[in-house]
């Protein structure tokens, strides 16, 4: 484990946090070619454990995360006129991308001889802690933020058990709670501070590269704590380096409106401030003060990437437009990132004919009242001896 910041090293070992200078810490592999054989790894099954040489960890709590779809939006592009792939991480055993973090952070809690996890979440990283969890016998506490958090969610973290705490506050509150109680021996956090977590997103962009045989010119995805951005970055510097790769994408990251530290921080060449009163209907980034602010700002700025904020509305419709168009049903976060790319192309930023791979980190049932309150009104209500007229009429 090493500091991003003073640089400092560290065996394994479960801290969050440099203890120098309280920077983020990141696992630093030295690779080489050697040492992992994409020949090799391309006969395995496709899921995350494909790329095992490349992650810390053993494989010991596992629901067959990761290998999911990457789809060509044939519609989208011929409308956006771009090369539009979806990389659908809603197709997750529990929905989200957050399985291929917490297989590996669920792996290391037992490693390290602990017996409770905990997390802060906005919903997805409990329902999914909680599921390794139960399925690594651990116990698990999750703090969420009273009423902010989707009901799909919910009632993941509820059957699989977890202690579910309801916070009256936001998610940063929530998180700062949870820092405090993991100073206790047994306790191990699996919010994305820990760097064990990356470990397993960082898949996203070896999977990306393996489906395309190639490096797309582009990533966007939505960014809340700011940890997922940070790890594909990481993927495809790693990949970089074994020489996989010959080129990086730039890593574009979309936060709503309401809540974007990270893109004033980028647009208006500022220092990170938080916002302390964050809100959007998408509720999975309500979040002010994203903890790995740091390793998300050097990955766009690295990459040569964008930041760019998105409405509510343009969220919904975002959401509308890839569900109608592509038949892909996505949470109102991950909307963000089709949303973003709309704007993007609009702005000018993003040229005609890139290649361009949207990240879609949860799946739409997530969250489903959002579309029953939106569409409500287009049920249609008639008596069964009308239905034959009325389809004769449309
Ligand atoms: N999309 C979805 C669906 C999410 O649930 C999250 C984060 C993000 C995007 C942003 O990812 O935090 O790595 O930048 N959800 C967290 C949670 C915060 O608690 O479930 P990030």
New binding site residues.
Partial sequence: MKCIDCKEEYEEQPIYRCEKCNGLLEIEFKLSADDFDIKKARKRRFNLWRYKELIPAKKIVSLNEGGTPLYECKNLSEELKVKLFVKN??ANPTG???DRGMTVGVSKAIEFGKNITT??????????LAAYSARGNLKCIVM?PSGKIAYG?LAQALIFGAKVIAIDGN?DKALETVFKISKNENIYLL??INPYRLEG?KTIAYEIFDELNHTPDRII???????????IWKGFKEFYELGIIDKKPKMT?IQADGAKPIVNMFKNKKEYVPEKNPETI?T??R?GN?V?WKK?INAIYESDGYAESVTDEEILNAQRLLARKEGIF??P??A?SIAGLIKLINEGIIDKNEEIVCIT??NGL?DPNVVADLYKNEIIYVKEEDVENLIKNM
């Fill in positions: 991480e809603g989200s991308f957050k997390c802060a979440s906005t919903g997805n990283t409990s329902a999914s969420i969610k998610f919010n994305s997103q995805l939505p960014v809340g704590n700011a940890g997922n951005i940070s790890a990251g998408a999975a980034i979040i994203p790995s998300a996505v949470e976060a991950s963000a980190t949860g997530k």
